[in-house]
């Protein structure tokens, strides 16, 4: 579609912090001109603000004829760049699309990603990041992985947990448009719904 990629994930904002965040390769996030990643480091804090605010300055690079795509799995950043901060909604919210994969799936899926992460070197990364940056700020000392003392195990369940409360997030903001899983069911929900028209 020639889109270019916006990441609307509080973790990727983070530079250093990519195992453990499945962070796209620097391949692919310069093929997509990706915005949304890597704009502080671990010790600084970051905000819904600070994103909404690095989406906008962002979006000035895109050319006028490129889509936008916004993928990720935060919420609030989805709900700033829809309605602005602290504000109600102004009109009913659009419906979005949200991909539709059965729990037994994601969990499998999960499992699958957390050994692959361990496999490419999370715990050095997790060392290193530490080691550079003593100090994190409250929103980088969140990310699943990085914790101190975390184990494989407890980024499992976490990891679940976080997955059902972001279904549950976005069934309860709007009216989801499940789309199943495949390019050709993405695309054509991008075909028949068109893109959001959307004011950075």
Known sequence: MGAWILSADSMLVYRGMDIGTAKPSRAEIEEFHMGGVDLVTPAEPFSSGAWL??????AKGVP????????????????????????????????????????????????????????????????????EYPVW???????????????????FVRTCQLAKRQDTWFR????????????ESIRDCWCTHGPWQVRF
């Not at 309860?172 to 390019?183: D, F, G, K």
Request: avoid cysteine; glycine fraction near 6%; charged fraction near 30%.
């Open 64 to 131: 006028v004829d490129r889509p936008i795509v916004i993928v990720g799995g935060t919420g609030l950043y989805f709900s700033a760049l829809l309605r602005g901060l602290d504000r109600r909604w102004e009109q009913p919210p659009p419906a979005y699309p949200v991909i539709a994969i059965d729990r037994a799936l994601v969990r499998e899926r999960i499992a699958a990603r957390l050994d692959a992460m361990y496999a490419e070197g999370l715990e050095e990364e997790r060392r290193r990041l530490r080691e």
């Open 172 to 183: 309860h903001q709007s009216t989801p448009i499940y789309v199943e899983p495949t390019v």
């Open 53 to 58: 605010r690095a989406a906008a300055e962002w």
């Open 137 to 155: 700020s409250a929103t980088a000392s969140a990310a699943i992985g990085y914790r101190e003392g975390d184990t494989r195990e407890r980024e």
